[in-house]
């Protein structure tokens, strides 16, 4: 294992510490809305594109999964075969939760990767980030997987 990939792992793994230690109560409702009933946070306006699943896998896929979170709280993005669109919701603590997931129909050799994507999305919990990298864990606190900012 390289130091690289021991440092990550590292760095990963005491987030995820600092996360269950915030809170071990399930938190407040997300609302997920400002004044203006749109959404604002650090994740939004930006785009995210794959980078883990789970702490290390790397998905091998037509194209890289992403997706992009709208003042208004709706979502877009690819699962890495197919298009995607929903909304998303922010809360205190770090709070997300996804909704209302759709995606086109095309036939894809990876789609039980894409389903994965999907899945990591569904899940998502809280949300940590850490320059230009933002990580999902689910409601148990263990790390769904990470994507990174688009340049």
Known sequence: MTLLRIRQLFSLAALTLVLSACSSQPSPQVDGSDSSGGVS???????????????????????????????????????????LTGTVALGDSHRIEFSDLATTRRACPQSDDAQRVRDMLDDAYRYLIDHDRL???GPNSLVLGGFRLAK
């Not at 594109?49 to 896998?57: A, Y």
């Not at 992009?68 to 979502?75: A, E, F, L, R």
């Open 41 to 83: 946070g650090p994740v939004v306006g930006k785009r995210w594109n794959l980078l883990l699943v789970g702490t290390d896998e790397k998905l091998s896929m037509p194209s890289t999964p992403w997706f992009q979170i709208d003042g208004s709280g709706k979502v877009s993005g690819s699962d890495g075969c197919n298009q």
């Open 135 to 137: 990580v999902f864990f």
